[in-house]
């Protein structure tokens, strides 16, 4: 299993950006994915979900209305649009799949990307 | 929705156990048996080391154990060894309608 994360740059407050994720080594259109975030020197934050066929996605407060999850199963590809852009937005994103049992387990991360809003 | 509360930090020597504790709320941790660990070396992706609050994904070492008691989870690492010296993150399901998982504050772990 690999995921590997893109598009992480430097964008000013209020800005939009949106990161890819390509899967390879499993089935990709088979399971739930997720982004989680860590913000530099802090914990990991949940940031959505989308299940496998794209019906059924999930955001945090922190996000929601601003960002927007989706896959393309035909690419083996997760994205993240994100819009609104805040400077407590900065952080490492990760792309993870999702386990495939009753709880939400992350069992394959990527290395992140690295997303800086600053002016 | 608030983070799961971990102590900050926690130091063992080596051969020694330590046990790192996650609180919740009846509506995460207390309410669910879907509670996950991880662990995470600085400068690395976490790695899930426990789910379904005690059991152990392939390849993780029998050292690390879960469980779970009320609204509160926990995590045993046995023989404790120098590469355990890491961050560890908890995780359970909550219900709410728009989280679908929370994470505990972290804990770092330090090998005397």
């Known amino acids: 299993v690999q995921l590997v994360e893109s598009g992480g740059v430097v964008v000013q407050p209020g800005g939009s950006l949106k990161l890819s994720c390509a899967a390879s080594?499993?089935?990709?259109?088979?399971?739930?994915m997720h982004w989680v975030r860590q913000a530099p020197g802090k914990g990991l934050e949940w940031v959505s979900l989308?299940?496998?066929?794209?019906?059924?996605?999930y955001y945090p407060d922190s996000v929601k209305g601003r960002f927007t999850i989706s896959r393309d199963n035909s690419k083996n590809s997760l994205f993240l649009q994100m819009n609104s852009l805040r400077t407590e937005d900065t952080a490492l994103y990760y792309c993870?799949?999702?386990?495939?049992?009753?709880?939400?387990?992350?069992?394959?991360w990527g290395q992140g990307t690295l997303v800086t809003v600053s002016s | 929705q608030s983070a799961l509360t971990q102590p900050a930090s926690l130091s063992g020597s080596p051969g020694q156990s330590i046990t790192i504790s996650c609180t919740g709320t009846?509506?995460?941790?207390?309410?669910?048996?879907?509670v996950s660990w991880y662990q995470q070396h600085p400068g690395k992706a976490p790695k899930l080391m426990i789910y379904?609050?005690?059991d152990r994904p392939s390849g993780v070492s029998n050292r690390f154990s879960g469980s779970k008691s009320g609204n509160t989870a926990s995590l045993t690492i046995s023989g404790l060894q120098a590469e355990d010296e890491a961050d560890y993150y908890c995780?359970?399901?909550?219900?709410?309608?728009?989280?679908?998982?929370?994470f505990g504050s972290g804990t770092k772990v330090t090998v005397l």
């Open positions: 989308i299940t496998w066929n794209g019906g059924t996605t």
């Open positions: 995780s359970s399901y909550t219900r709410s309608t728009t989280h679908n998982c929370v």
């Open positions: 993870a799949k999702d386990m495939g049992y009753s709880g939400t387990y992350f069992d394959f």
């Open positions: 080594g499993f089935t990709f259109g088979d399971y739930t």
């Open positions: 009846s509506s995460d941790v207390g309410g669910y048996n879907y």
């Open positions: 379904d609050v005690s």
